[in-house]
């Protein structure tokens, strides 16, 4: 098969495995500590990776994922914690826009901004937006029957909603009530806080590469973000990213 793969990252190990049955004609690859498992979902040449957590794991898988296996298309998938109101526990956030909440080289370059490119935010790919988008909101439509109404009722999820906009990236697990208003503060647009995916976009605007950031909200980047984190990502996140992976492919047009 000739076609540019479709990359599949992942953050944590439960979401990767809840990927690997769906691949044909599976084959891996080790390169700098990662295994590449490449082959095919629904007819499409795909190459499925856990980056490891953080901004400068997720940098090096997205610049491997380009370069060495000429990958066309990235997915990052994973959890996010919400930070603007409405944005609950058991939502899903397709990004618009990135942004390295981290990154302050002031009074050099103005704050936020990723010094000598000029710019603070990084579009996704605007068709695998929609794409996406269109999946993940099929996937809340049957949410039910995915995930249980019992372990829904138990993560207390209801009416999960899909929300598309600025999703936020640092190295640091936001986990108090008192950092994540200076988040929601100093940036009110921001829908999610994560640790990896503004690091992909900035690989990406580099390589000229699509990519796409699509994330289940598993907290609420507050004092009790950590409570049930393992348990919601067995339980619903890896589910939910499973699910929207398999219709975005299944609807996905061949080249
Ligand atoms: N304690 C966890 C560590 C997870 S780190 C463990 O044992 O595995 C958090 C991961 O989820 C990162 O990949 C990050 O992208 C995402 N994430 C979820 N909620 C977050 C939050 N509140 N702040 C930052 N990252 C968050």
Redesign the pocket.
């Known amino acids: 098969m000739s076609q540019a793969p479709i990359a599949i990252v992942s953050?944590?190990h439960e979401e990767l495995r809840a990927l690997l049955p769906a691949l044909r004609n599976p084959s891996s690859v080790c390169l700098a500590g990662r295994t590449f498992h490449q082959g095919e979902i629904h007819g499409h040449a795909v190459v499925l990776v856990l980056s490891g957590?953080g901004k400068v794991a997720a940098a090096t898988t997205a610049a491997l994922l380009i370069h060495e296996f000429e990958s066309g298309a990235l997915v990052f998938t994973?959890?996010?914690?919400g930070l603007r109101r409405g944005v609950k526990v058991g939502d899903v956030v397709v990004a618009r826009q990135l942004l390295q909440h981290d990154m302050d080289a002031s009074p050099l370059f103005p704050r936020f901004e990723v010094p000598l490119t000029g710019r603070s935010h990084f579009d996704a790919d605007a068709a695998l937006v929609e794409a996406l988008s269109g999946a993940a909101q099929r996937c809340l439509d049957r949410a039910d029957a995915l995930i249980g109404a019992d372990r829904l009722l138990a993560f207390g999820i209801d009416s999960a909603l899909l929300h598309q906009g600025l999703v936020v990236?640092?190295d640091?697990?936001?986990?108090s009530e008192v950092q994540s208003a200076e988040l929601r503060t100093l940036l009110p647009d921001a829908l999610a806080?994560?640790?990896?995916g503004a690091a992909v976009a900035q690989v990406c605007a580099d390589f000229g590469a699509r990519f796409a950031v699509i994330r289940t909200i598993?907290?609420r980047?507050d004092d009790s973000?950590?409570v049930d984190?393992?348990r919601f990502i067995v339980d619903v996140a890896s589910i939910y990213t499973h699910a929207i992976i398999d219709d975005w492919l299944l609807h996905r047009p061949h080249p």
């Open positions: 953050a944590m957590l994973g959890v996010a914690g990236s640092g640091r697990f936001v986990s806080v994560e640790m990896e598993s907290d980047a973000a950590h984190f393992k």
